[in-house]
Each structure stands twice: as C-alpha cells, then as structure tokens.
C-alpha cells in the first residue's frame, strides 16, 4: 500500500473552473512536494511547504499536518494547466530527511 | 540552461547490452538521486549519493550500479539490460540536510527502452 494518496486519479476540467487535487499521507513528514509532469516528460517543482499555504500566480498550495493532507489549487485553469501533478512526503528527519515518497500522480485535462 | 541535464534523452536497446545513462547538474548541490517512474506505480528511488565519496542504494537497486564521478555528475548503468528496465528514467539533486532545502530538482528524464 503506498504511504502517499492522490485523489482523483483523474480529472477532467473546463477552461476557467477552480481545481482541487488532494493529498493524503500516512507517513510523519517534514515537508511535502508538490510536482508537475507535462507531457512530454519532465518534472517541475510547483511547492514545497511544511506548514499553512504557500501560492505562486494561479497555484496554491495548503497542507494541514495534524490531519496528514494537502491540497493543491487551480484557480481560472487554462489548457496549458493539462499535466500530470504528483505529490511526494519529504520523510520526517533523522536519517530519512532525503526520502520522498511519492503518489502516483492525478492526470489532469482541461479544455478549452 | 537546464540546471540538471540527462544525456540521452531517448535510448532503445536489446537486451543483455550494457547502458549508462549520465546526469549533470550546475546548481551546486550536493545530493543526487536517480529515479524510475513506471505507469502506475510513480516513482521509485533507485540510488542516491550525498557527496562523491557517499552512494547508497534505494528501493529498487537490484540490476543497476552507479558512479558518482564529480560533484556535479552521477551516472547510472544497467549491467545487463532486461526488457522489465524499460521506463522513464530521471536524475534528481537537492540541498544538503536541513527542513525546507530539501526540495528536489528533476532532470528532464531518460526514455530507456529494452527490446
């Protein structure tokens, strides 16, 4: 079973609407990942927080570590937003502080 | 320039060759990692390094071997490539130990086929 749940596995979107995309762990964490994989293949880092919200342009990013989830937002999405994103738990210290552990990802299709 | 390059991009082979795959980065970091992702399953840490002298072996190691060569590269091989190696390969570094600078930078990946 892996440690790390994404849902929905996918989602399909229409030009403009709001997306949520979560993130469950059952692991203790120091931060979580979260990517972003465009078809073609390559992995972009979107956040990495440990705590609260963080927010760059139309992404934002909450997690709440009591509960073990985190939820990445798109607001007004556009075309260009169709990817796969992935989350990934950073371990929680002592040896383990390199160790992401990785969801299997939620395709995402908006169209226009 | 990318800050983490992966040379080649896209590679077919036959089984029982030998393959390396190189990865290269300029940030300066000194951890590095080499992942497979497979449909489904995400990915997986196959090696990671925290400096030249310092390589450990991740998850799935079993088949693979590594060099870390210089601070800036880390090389993969397959020994003796099988057809269930076929994936998407990526190179990874990171800052060294210390909360938030543990964010990992992906390289652009590897598409190994093994025929």
């Known amino acids: 079973k892996n440690e790390v749940e994404q849902s929905p596995q996918n989602l399909t979107a229409q030009e403009g609407e709001f997306i949520t995309i979560n993130c469950s762990y059952s692991?203790?964490?120091?931060?979580l990942h979260w990517l972003q994989q465009h078809p073609g293949g390559g992995i972009v880092s979107l956040f990495m927080?440990?705590?609260g919200k963080k927010k760059h342009g139309r992404l934002i990013a909450t997690i709440n570590i009591q509960e073990k989830h985190s939820s990445l937002h798109i607001t007004a999405s556009h075309p260009r937003d169709s990817a796969v994103y992935i989350c990934?738990?950073?371990?929680?210290?002592?040896?383990?502080?390199?160790?992401?552990?990785f969801g299997k990802g939620t395709l995402l299709t908006v169209n226009p | 320039d990318a800050d983490v390059t992966q040379t080649p991009r896209n590679r077919i082979t036959k089984t029982g060759k030998r393959i390396m795959l190189e990865c290269s980065q300029t940030?300066?970091?000194?951890?590095m990692y080499w992942y497979r992702q497979d449909p489904g399953l995400g990915l997986r840490l196959i090696y990671y390094?925290?400096?030249?002298?310092?390589?450990n072996k991740g998850e799935i190691s079993d088949g693979y071997s590594v060099s870390r060569q210089a601070q800036a590269k880390f090389s993969l091989s397959l020994e003796s490539a099988i057809p269930n190696q076929t994936a998407l390969y990526f190179c990874?570094?990171?800052?060294?130990?210390?909360?938030?600078?543990?964010?990992?930078?992906f390289g652009p990946g590897t598409r190994l086929t093994v025929l």
């Open positions: 990874a570094t990171s800052e060294p130990s210390g909360g938030m600078y543990n964010e990992q930078f």
């Open positions: 692991v203790g964490i120091s931060a």
């Open positions: 927080l440990s705590s």
């Open positions: 940030k300066g970091h000194d951890r």
């Open positions: 390094s925290f400096d030249v002298k310092d390589i």
């Open positions: 990934a738990a950073l371990g929680g210290g002592g040896g383990s502080n390199y160790k992401l552990t």
